[in-house]
């Protein structure tokens, strides 16, 4: 049974940073595209950041500089360092593992996590 474990999400300060982790048991993450989507209340999900097999990253523009995805094969685990946070960055975080290498699309991603709650907010 594959399973991927969110954690690393809470509260705060804006400018603050957090690192979220994204561990996997059932598959092998270095084969897999690995995406961070995020939801905010009212919003669409949407793609932050992913890492490919071949360690390939990807930035969502309205984010990208404050953000750096990375994998720990030995551990099985992707992270996502966030830096500089914004009140807008509130949202719950999944990841997300497709053996697809271009798979972009939320809906077509085979495996999720079950989200972790990140807020920004004095």
């Known amino acids: 049974e594959v399973q991927l474990q969110a954690s690393g999400g809470g509260l705060v300060q804006p400018g603050g940073s957090l690192r979220l982790s994204c561990t996997a048991s059932?598959?092998?993450?270095?084969?897999?595209?690995m995406t961070w989507f995020r939801q905010s209340p009212g919003k669409e999900r949407e793609g932050v950041s992913s890492i490919k097999s071949d360690r390939d990253t990807y930035y969502a523009e309205n984010i990208k500089g404050r953000l750096t995805i990375s994998r720990d094969n030995a551990k099985n685990t992707v992270y996502l360092h966030m830096n500089s946070l914004k009140p807008e960055d509130t949202a719950v975080y999944y990841c997300?593992?497709?053996?697809?290498?271009?798979?972009?699309?939320?809906?077509?991603?085979?495996?999720w996590g079950q989200g972790t709650l990140v807020t920004v907010s004095s």
């Open positions: 059932g598959l092998s993450l270095e084969r897999y595209t």
């Open positions: 997300a593992a497709d053996p697809n290498y271009s798979r972009t699309r939320a809906n077509e991603y085979a495996y």
